[in-house]
DNA sequence: TGAATAGTGTCTTTCAGACAATATGCC
DNA sequence: GGCATATTGTCTGAAAGACACTATTCA
C-alpha cells in the first residue's frame, strides 16, 4: 500500500478506492463544575491548527473499541474506563483528504487532573467546556452534540452517571454531577427520593467532613456495570 | 484493484489491508399479523445458500443511506422508504473473508404485497416470520435481535409505527401493529385514551366499512416526519 | 451561637392500568 | 333481532413535582 502523504497537493487519493475507517472519541469529564469534553490539536493537514476530537484509523486487527482506546492513550496519554458507541458519521465530505467514515464512540471519566501527554498528531490536548467550544476540524462540532444530547437522555434512564463520579461520593456531588450536565437546577427531596427508589447504592458506612457543616454520607453504585432503569 | 475472487482458496485477503465496510438492512414489515423480516439467500461464499440480511459493500462515492437503498434494490426490488441507522458491528472474525466492518440499518414498510425479484448475489428473497428465523449468515441473528429490540422500544416514545402503516389506518389496526410488534395484548380502551392525548393523529372523516358491523373512523399522521414524544 | 451544608415528609397532580357497557352497520 | 366490531369513562394506585424545616459539624 502506498504511503499516506501530508498535504493537499501530493495526497494520493487512489490509494482510497474504498471508504477508509477512523473512530473518534468524544470523552466527558467534570471539572471546576463544568462539563467538559477532551480535545486536541491538529498538527498535520487537514484543519491544521484546529481542534478536533481524538481518534485515528481503524487497524484491521483491532475491533473500534480498542482502536478508541488506542488513540486516545497515544493523543492524550489517558486509558478508557466507560466507553460506548455513538453513530457512525459518513457525510460524503466531511473529510477533504478523501471519503473517511468515522465511527463514532462517547466515554466518559471522572475528575482525575491527570496531566494530559499529546503525541503523534496532536501537538496538544486539553479539556474544553461544551458551553464554548472552539471551531472544530471536520464534522465534529456535530458529533460532540450528538453525544451530549447521548449523555443527558441517559442519565434518566440508566446509572451512567457513574462514568462521571470518583467510586465513592456524596448525594449532593450526585445531584451537581446530574445539574452540571442537564444544565439546569434539580430539587433536593425529590432528586433524592428518587434516587433512593432506584436501590442503586449503598452506604459505605464513611462520612465526608470537608468543613464547617454537618459530614455527608458516602455511598457507591451496587453494580459494577451499566445499568437501565426505566 | 484486484478482483475479488469467489472461494475460500483462491480468495486473495491482502486486497484488504483496511477494514472494508458494508452496510446490511434489517427490514421490517407485517403480513398474516406477523412481523416478519426480509432475508435473501446467498449463492456465493460464504454462508453459501445460507439466509441474510439484505446489504453489500459501501462505494466510494455514495453515503451509507444510498448504500441501504441500492443493495436492497438490487437484492429484492424494493424501495426505501423510512430507515434510520442501528448500529455498527466490528467483531474481528465476523466475516470469514477479511475484516469486514458493517453499519447496520433498520427499516420499516408498510404491507404491500410486493413481488420480490432478487438479484446479482441472491437466489431468492422472502419475509420471514421473526418468531422462527432460520440459521443466518454472519452475526446476522443479533443485528436482527438489536433491531428488533430498537423497534420494540421506539413504539413507546415515538411515531415510528407510522413505517408500518398505510396512509389511513383505524385505532383498531394501529393496536393490532403495536400488539404484533410487541408480542404482548394491550387493553383497548387505554391504548385509545394514550393514543388520542398524543395528539398525533387526524380523522379523515372517512370510514372503513369491511364486514357486518360498525365501520371504524380512519385516521392519518399530522406528521410526516419522526415524531418524539416522551 | 451562627454559618454552612446534609438530610428528611406531605400534599397535589398526573398518568398508567384495571375494568364493561353502548353504538353502528350488515345480514 | 342477532352478530361483529367500534367507541367511550371511571376508579385506583404509583410516581412526579412543588414546597420548608430540622440535624450536624466547625469556628
Redesign the pocket.
Known sequence: MKKQSLNKNNYDASVFDRPSLTVDIVLFSIENNDLKTLLIKRNIWPYKNHWALPGGFVKPKETLEQTAARELKEETGLSLSFSEQLYTFSKIDRDPRTRVITVAYFALMPNTNSKLNPTTDASAAAWHSIKKLPDLAFDHQEIIQYALQRLRSKLYYSNIVKGLLAKDF????L?ATYEIVLGKK?????????M??LNLFVKTGK????????????YHFKNRKLVYF?
Open positions: 456524596t448525594m449532593s456531588q445531584q434539580l430539587d433536593k427531596r425529590n432528586f433524592r427520593k428518587k433512593h427508589s462520612k465526608q467532613l470537608d468543613g464547617s457543616h454537618r459530614p455527608a454520607e458516602l426505566a
